[in-house]
């Protein structure tokens, strides 16, 4: 299923393919904070349908993550990394998809506070 998802004000807006049932919660310092609720993708899977230029990014602790935000109203939509077997992919935050009923989804707990 394709799904269309972007950041609050629209600024930075995605297409991801993907039967979303699944989410994990992750408790590091950032997810913890900014409260999102995260499903991995492959690259295939993505495509970014506005501008890399809209894009600020964040990056802390081993800077294997480029944690993609707006610079406008401050959502964060999506990050890039790689699999630990060097695969490249995206961890798409399910709350910036509308259509994706979250009360639906199968919360997985991960403790990336101690990752």
Not at 3 to 11: A, F, I, L, R, T
Not at 26 to 44: M, Y
Not at 52 to 76: I, M, P
Request: glycine share 8%.
């Amino acid at each position: 299923m394709l799904h269309q998802g972007s950041c609050h004000c629209g600024k930075i807006a995605f297409e991801v393919e993907g039967d979303f049932e699944t989410a994990i919660d992750c408790n590091c310092s950032l997810c913890r904070r900014r409260g999102s609720l995260l499903a991995f993708v492959g690259v295939p899977a993505f495509t970014l349908k506005t501008s890399e230029a809209d894009l600020e990014t964040y990056t802390f602790n081993s800077h294997k993550l480029q944690h993609h935000f707006c610079g406008t109203c401050g959502t964060a939509p999506f990050s890039e990394g790689v699999k630990p077997d060097g695969t490249p992919m995206r961890a798409i935050n399910l709350r910036c998809i509308p259509d994706i009923d979250l009360e639906t989804l199968k919360i997985r707990k991960w403790d990336g506070a101690s990752h």
